[in-house]
């Protein structure tokens, strides 16, 4: 028997434009279709309970945690996306793979996607010259400066990643490709899989 599936996990390494192409989505989906869309947010989830412990004072200090404590934080957030995405129709702003001090921490093992049940995962990319530039020019965090071609091989290994989840759940995997200036291109492809 076939279960209708509502959530698109939507993952982009830091930097790609992943949550300017979700904003840009979910005013599509409500201009053309007239729906709302629930996007939770995986390193909000986190900050709060990270946050609360005095573990960490703003989100990209969360990356640099001893890993241990970055997957038991992710258990706990994981579990309660997982209860908020009951909802009609909903996304995960989240990531494949979180570059650590310790090598790529997995942003969805299998007690966190199984949890989920992702219709789709979409991998958002870019260029990596202009990743590298969009970070840099992005005064309100405290972006990782990486090489261009270390760009291009944590994008590879999202990938990977990401065909693993989809081979734990079923779920389909897209690639957006999030062009410079071409923001709405993206976020159509993008609006497209969540009506799916
Ligand atoms: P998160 O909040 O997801 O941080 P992030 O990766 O930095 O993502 P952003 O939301 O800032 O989006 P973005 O960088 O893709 O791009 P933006 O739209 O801002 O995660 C925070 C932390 O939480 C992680 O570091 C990790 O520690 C933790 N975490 C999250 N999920 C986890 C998980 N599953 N497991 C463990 N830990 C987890 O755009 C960037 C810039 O580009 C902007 O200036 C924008 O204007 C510009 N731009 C965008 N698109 C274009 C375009 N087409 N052309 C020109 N400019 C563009």
């Known amino acids: ?18 949550t300017t192409v979700i904003n840009t989505a979910v ?4 201009e053309r279709h007239g ?9 909000t989830e986190m900050f709060e309970v990270a946050s609360k412990r005095g573990l960490v004072k703003d989100r990209d200090e969360m990356r640099k945690m001893p890993t241990a404590q970055q997957r038991e934080i992710q258990r706990i957030a994981g579990e309660s996306i997982a209860e908020k995405s009951k909802s009609t129709r909903v996304i995960v702003d989240t990531h494949t ?7 790529y921490l997995i942003g969805l093992p299998e007690w966190v996607v199984k949890a989920i049940q992702p219709k789709t995962i979409i ?12 970070r840099a020019s992005d005064e309100t965090r405290a972006r ?16 990977a990643a990401a065909a693993a989840a989809g081979t734990l759940t079923g779920a389909t995997v897209r690639r957006i490709l999030n062009r410079e200036g071409k923001v709405e291109e993206a976020a159509a492809q993008l609006a497209e899989s969540i009506m799916e």
Do not use: W, Y
């Not at 991998?123 to 969009?134: G, K, M, Y």
């Open 1 to 18: 028997m076939s279960e209708p599936r509502n959530v698109v996990i939507v993952t982009g390494i830091p930097g790609v434009g992943k």
């Open 27 to 30: 005013e599509i989906v409500k």
């Open 35 to 43: 729906e709302d869309v629930l996007v939770l947010n995986f390193g």
């Open 97 to 103: 793979l979180i570059l650590t001090k310790n090598g």
């Open 123 to 134: 991998l958002v990319e870019a260029n990596p010259e202009n990743i590298a530039s969009r």
């Open 144 to 159: 990782d400066e990486q090489m261009t071609d270390e760009i291009r091989i944590h994008q590879e290994m999202c990938r």
